[in-house]
């Protein structure tokens, strides 16, 4: 069997989800578990809608569910000849539902509610989906998640529980393979205890991974709107190269560094059980797109480069004039911890710690705040953290044309550069 992984970009609207299908059409005979994301932007819009439903703003709430509503029905208008199809009633009376929570008791946990109302896109596409492909007469039912993928109660961040998962898939959906060739299921989505819990934003791409994992797949295959994985956003850096092929040690480091093309937490149970993944793109699907599987010789022959932007570097520096030892260091992590920083690049001389963030997943006067009554915090904004691997002198050079280097770590592998925009007079 093989896993397949379509995103929101790729159901996005009509023409999309018939290319989906055009897509699985070529696998015809073939065992697949396809699992798909919320429709194009949708994720984001039910974000809306639970908040709308938290703040207990009816108006707010209808308006958000109404216009979700329009966009799929939109959709399914140009998918389906007849508008008498069960499926609209089925996506009808999940929306109605929907409306009708509203007056449900709302508890006290607002990350349990998101994950009920949130992963609703999903179900709807899904559904949706497998309704398109029915009527296409491919062999292929709908799957739910929820009875497959069980997990913690962390709500929007659970864990895997990976032996009740495995369990469950080979209970409750390798069997159906007798009789279908396709099923379809959600990414993003788990349950405990007849509660839905979500895996964290872009999860659906580490349910391809939990699924190959718990099903001992023959590989995963992500349909992407590029060509496979790249040694660079395009956003950032002109003349990309496509990566053939990579190590999974290799695809950790690089989306443990920032590259967004999947999700880091995919590659671990694939590696574990050593399940290639196919990056590939759904707009020339006959095209090669790169491979991460376990050989490492692929590795070298190009080198990468992720780019955060907008970053800021912070400094510590105790105003007891102690050095940075042991303690002040479990010291500074426990303030950090305590307002959430999340650290790209970390560096300590004897009488300072410097931390790089993300500017947005920061407030700079917070952080202060946290530090003021024994450190004295220095920072400097507008920052970008440039990472290579496999770099030489003139990777180098190529990314720090026209600005300043505040600070670099180099290992074998990986060259780290904190740059700034040179300020031209
Ligand atoms: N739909 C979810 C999100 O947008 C999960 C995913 O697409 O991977 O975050
Ligand atoms: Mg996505």
């Given at each position: 069997m093989k896993v397949f992984k379509f995103g929101g970009a790729s159901v996005k609207d009509a023409p999309a989800v018939q290319n989906v299908a055009d897509i699985l059409q070529l696998f015809e005979g073939e065992k697949l578990a396809v699992v798909i994301s919320a429709m194009g932007k949708t994720t984001n819009a039910m974000e809306q809608i639970a908040q709308a439903y938290w703040d207990r703003n009816q108006p707010l709430f209808q308006e958000r569910v109404e216009e979700r509503r329009a966009f799929h029905l939109d959709i399914m208008n140009s998918l389906f000849s007849d508008d008498n199809a069960p499926i609209f009633k089925e996506i009808n009376d999940i929306f109605d539902s929907l409306l009708r929570h509203f007056d449900d008791l709302v508890s006290e946990n607002f990350d349990f509610e998101y994950d009920q109302i949130v992963s609703m896109g999903e179900i709807v596409s899904t559904k949706i989906i497998t309704a398109y492909l029915t009527s296409r007469s491919l062999s292929c039912r709908w799957a739910d998640a929820r009875n497959l993928i069980s997990t913690d109660r962390k709500f929007r961040e659970a864990e895997v529980d990976w032996e009740l998962s495995t369990n469950h898939f080979e209970k409750r959906?390798?069997?159906?393979y007798d009789t279908v060739d396709i099923q379809i299921t959600q990414g993003f989505i788990g349950s405990n205890d007849n509660s839905t819990t979500t895996l964290g934003r872009e999860g659906s791409d580490f349910t391809a991974g939990i699924i190959a994992y718990c099903c001992n797949a023959e590989s995963v295959t992500i349909w992407k709107d590029v060509p496979g994985m790249l040694n660079a956003d395009p956003k950032w850096f002109d003349n990309t190269v496509k990566l053939d092929q990579i190590s999974f040690r290799e695809a950790i480091e690089l989306s443990y560094y920032g590259a967004s093309v999947i999700h880091p937490k995919t590659v671990k149970p694939l590696q574990n059980k050593n399940i290639p993944l196919h990056v590939k793109s759904f707009v020339n699907p006959n095209e090669e797109g790169t491979v991460i599987q376990e050989s490492m010789t692929g590795d070298h022959l190009v080198p990468s480069f992720i780019f955060k932007m907008d970053q800021v570097l912070f400094s510590f520096t105790p105003k007891d004039f102690s050095f940075i030892v042991e303690e002040n260091l479990s010291d500074i992590f426990d303030r950090l911890s305590k307002v959430n920083a999340k650290i790209n690049l970390m560096q300590n001389s004897a009488l300072s710690f410097s931390i790089l963030v993300d500017a947005q997943k920061v407030k700079i006067p917070q952080i202060l705040a946290a530090f003021e009554d024994s450190y004295q915090v220095k920072f400097n904004e507008g920052l970008e953290l440039v990472t290579i691997r496999h770099y030489d002198q003139e990777t180098i050079d190529r990314v720090t044309v026209d600005k300043d280097i505040l600070l670099q770590q180099k290992t074998r592998e990986t060259a780290r550069l904190i740059v700034k925009q040179k300020i031209l007079i």
């Open positions: 959906f390798l069997p159906h």
